[in-house]
């Protein structure tokens, strides 16, 4: 198993929309409708933003949205704000009761 | 609201085994269909699955780290534990446990990490 791959970076101003790519293979993000992602401020515990894909957990924006088109999941923050700045990581279902994280993306706020 | 608090040593010296605690306050344990997990994070680095374990005791583990690992659960003290033995510097991380979201393996509730050093 390879960590999902993910962007290393990306950028957006205030009030645009920004989207990370999170790819995969068939024996994970692609076989699976189980991708979730979360978010991390520094020194802070990871948050869960998106699950079953598109999934939102009760209390988060609906500025933040999910997808999945073959191998390759999405995660989408529209009217990027400030307190979005932080890094954001996908993780799959792999099959054989494992779970697999991608590399995680830095989101820079403009 | 679940919560989740890690406990262990900050320092473990190479070939030996780690061993972190995971205490779970406002719910029990062993209800419902609840796996809690183990992830880490090497510094600068992504987060890594280590494995999970049910209220029951069933346990499944990272292929890369099978080997090393054994999760257990102490229902009587609503805590679960890891055992990471023959570490490395390569097991140096923050060291997640988490609740398993049923039916979606997200993971919903998250404790605040504790940092583990290997190293003589």
């Known amino acids: 198993q390879s960590a999902l791959t993910q962007p290393a970076s990306v950028s957006g101003s205030p009030g645009q929309s920004i989207t990370i790519s999170c790819s995969g293979t068939s024996s994970d993000v692609g076989g699976y409708n189980y991708v979730s992602w979360y978010q991390q401020h520094p020194g802070k515990a990871p948050k869960l933003m998106i699950y079953?894909?598109?999934k939102r957990p009760s209390g988060v924006s609906y500025r933040f949205s999910g997808s999945k088109s073959g191998n390759t999941a999405s995660l989408t923050i529209s009217g990027l704000q400030a307190e979005d700045e932080a890094d954001y990581s996908c993780?799959?279902?792999?099959?054989?009761?494992?779970?697999?994280f991608g590399g995680g993306t830095k989101l820079t706020v403009l | 609201q679940v919560q989740l608090q890690e406990s262990g040593p900050g320092l473990v010296k190479p070939s030996q085994t780690l061993s972190l605690t995971c205490t779970v306050s406002?719910?029990?344990?062993?209800?419902?269909?609840?796996?809690w997990c183990w992830i880490r994070q090497p510094a600068g680095k992504g987060l890594e699955w280590i494995g999970r374990?049910?209220?029951?005791?069933?346990?499944n583990y990272y292929p890369s780290l099978e080997s090393r690992v054994t999760m257990s659960v102490d229902a009587s003290k609503n805590q679960f534990s890891l055992k990471l033995s023959s570490v490395t510097a390569a097991d140096t991380a923050v060291y997640y446990c988490?609740?398993?979201?049923?039916?979606?393996?997200?993971?919903?509730?998250w404790g605040q990490g504790t940092g583990v050093t290997v190293s003589s």
């Open positions: 374990i049910h209220g029951t005791g069933s346990t």
């Open positions: 079953d894909v598109s």
């Open positions: 988490a609740r398993d979201l049923p039916g979606s393996g997200a993971f919903d509730f």
């Open positions: 406002g719910g029990s344990i062993t209800s419902g269909s609840y796996y």
């Open positions: 993780c799959s279902y792999a099959g054989g009761s494992t779970w697999i």
